[in-house]
T-cell receptor
Framework: TQLLEQSPQFLSIQEGENLTVYCNSS?????LQWYRQEPGEGPVLLVT?????EVKKLKRLTFQFGDARKDSSLHITAAQPGDTGLYLC???????????FGQGTRLTINP | GAGVSQTPSNKVTEKGKYVELRCDPI?????LYWYRQSLGQGPEFLIY????????DSGLPNDRFFAVRPEGSVSTLKIQRTERGDSAVYLC??????????????FGEGSRLTVL
């Protein structure tokens, strides 16, 4: 069974600070996605990474896929209250249509 | 609307009852997924449809759970003899269903099921 573990599970920081959340597995994935979920809503896709070592930037968010395609990180620069939410990583295997989700990192940015 | 629509948004039932949850995907999306999200957890895969057929139902926890998509659009997740442990948010997602990977999944807001 493939598992994705996210850390930390909870993170509360002040506006303007930087942070990194991690998504780790002992299994290789062909691609990895990051989603953000707000209360009462479904997850919304932020990014997909497919190549080992790949780095993608989305405004103040930087996503990296590990060289071995077993782990990923999300770095947020100068966090803002609007970044508050549950961040989920999800792995997929080539040809398979189901995603394996981590348990999420609940991020709170305090004004 | 243009997004994935799920009904009901909330369902409270008693242990042992039968429940149906409905999902209306984005028009033109051939792939449809059901996930279950328990409190404090990430979504857990239940079943995936490509068109009318269940291409992967390996995530259904037991034979009390069943899902259909008879015309390749709307899907219904059916739970028989509900148990308290079935309480969760049931998320539906759809995608274009392109070969080679999951692509972008578009999730609905979920149906929150509470079994008393």
């Amino acid at each position: 069974t493939q598992l994705l573990e996210q850390s930390p599970q909870f993170l509360s920081i002040q506006e303007g600070e930087n942070l990194t959340v991690y998504c780790n597995s002992s299994s290789v994935f062909s691609s990895l996605q990051w989603y953000r979920q707000e209360p009462g809503e479904g997850p919304v896709l932020l990014v997909t990474v497919v190549t080992g070592g790949e780095v993608k930037k989305l405004k103040r968010l930087t996503f990296q896929f590990g060289d071995a395609r077993k782990d990923s990180s999300l770095h947020i620069t100068a966090a803002q209250p609007g970044d508050t939410g549950l961040y989920l990583c999800a792995g997929a295997n080539q040809g398979a249509q189901k995603l394996v989700f981590g348990q999420g990192t609940r991020l709170t940015i305090n004004p | 609307g243009a997004g994935v629509s799920q009904t009901p948004s909330n369902k409270v039932t008693e242990k042992g009852k039968y429940v149906e949850l409905r999902c209306d995907p984005i028009s033109g999306h051939t792939a449809l997924y059901w996930y279950r999200q328990s409190l404090g957890q990430g979504p857990e895969f239940l079943i995936y449809f490509q068109g009318t057929g269940a291409a992967d139902d390996s995530g259904l926890p037991n034979d009390r759970f069943f899902a259909v998509r008879p015309e390749g659009s709307v899907s219904t997740l059916k739970i028989q003899r509900t148990e308290r442990g079935d309480s969760a948010v049931y998320l539906c997602a759809s995608s274009l269903g392109l070969a080679g990977g999951t692509g972008e999944l578009f999730f609905g807001e979920g149906s929150r099921l509470t079994v008393l």
